[in-house]
């Protein structure tokens, strides 16, 4: 009995320390309308919209997203 008690505590000791160290991710789907301008977010480009933004550090931050197209007027945001 005393082993799985220690067996329990080491794999939920485990558990918790992977949760830890992985945190969390996000992801957004950035979409235009029309399609096919130019996404940069933080001034790196994602590319084309529609394209998804991934971000893995886990915490909440705020972020620059800047959408252009030729013959539009580019657009700003902070999110």
Request: hydrophobic share 40%; charged share 20%; with cysteine.
């Amino acid at each position: 009995m005393k082993k799985f008690k220690m067996v329990k505590k080491i794999i939920a000791f485990f558990a918790i320390t992977a949760l830890i160290i992985s945190g969390c991710s996000h992801t957004a789907l950035i979409t235009t309308s029309p399609t096919g301008a130019k996404v940069t977010v933080d001034s790196n480009d994602l590319g084309i919209s529609p394209v998804s933004f991934h971000d893995t550090s886990g915490f909440p931050k705020t972020f620059f997203v800047k959408i252009s197209k030729r013959g539009y007027k580019e657009i700003g945001i902070s999110t």
